[in-house]
């Protein structure tokens, strides 16, 4: 793994914890050794527009941007981004879905309509795991740490070892917010 780069992107809505989620995946990445390269792409993230996050690691990585095919795990926040960028994903690459729908603003003015079965439909072409993670947030009580949940459920797919996941999720997160991440983590860490 050393001498090959690996490419992960994380897509969402704005206002859905991507910065949160690529700051505890550089973190987890340049302990273990790797260069580390981060890029955001920002739609209109204030107006609930998509936001692309790459992170690429290595032994050396030249530039930030994951091109087309050449994704080993997208993580997305919601169903509708991760059908917009599935077309990144390498053969072999590992699509984790949270389960939620965000209705776009040409869904929400009726000049566009939501797709169905999106899931489904994913699952014929990529290896795909998905989860409610807002549901489960607010069984934990905090809606807000659902990307933690999807984080974890990914963590599972990669190279490093759930104590190291744990330990940056520490150091990443606000102390007094330290314990309701942790258990997040570990609660799409331990789905299926």
Request: aromatic residues 8%.
């Given at each position: ?33 790797f ?71 040409p ?23 998905s ?62």
């Amino acid at each position: 793994m050393k001498d090959q780069t690996k490419n992960i992107m994380i897509v969402g809505v704005g206002g859905q914890g991507t910065l949160l989620t690529s700051r505890i995946l550089g973190g987890i990445m340049l302990d273990a050794g790797f260069d580390v390269k981060l890029s955001e792409v920002h739609g209109m993230a204030q107006r609930g527009g998509s936001v692309v996050t790459f992170v690429r690691y290595g032994k050396k990585v030249a530039e930030p941007i994951v091109e087309e095919g050449q994704a080993d795990v997208l993580i997305a926040f919601e169903r509708l981004e991760a059908l917009r960028y599935a077309h990144f994903l390498k053969k072999d690459g590992v699509l984790i879905v949270n389960d939620q729908r965000i209705d776009p603003m040409p869904v929400v003015t009726g000049a566009a309509r939501y797709p169905e079965n999106i899931l489904e439909d994913l699952k014929k072409t990529y290896t795909v795991y998905s989860i409610d993670a807002m549901e489960e947030a607010k069984k934990l009580g905090n809606p807000k740490v659902f990307n933690v949940i999807v984080l974890g459920m990914a963590a599972k797919r990669m190279d490093f070892a759930k104590e190291d996941w744990i330990r940056v999720v520490r150091q990443k997160v606000p102390q007094k917010l330290v314990e309701i991440n942790e258990k997040a983590f570990l609660t799409g860490y331990g789905a299926d």
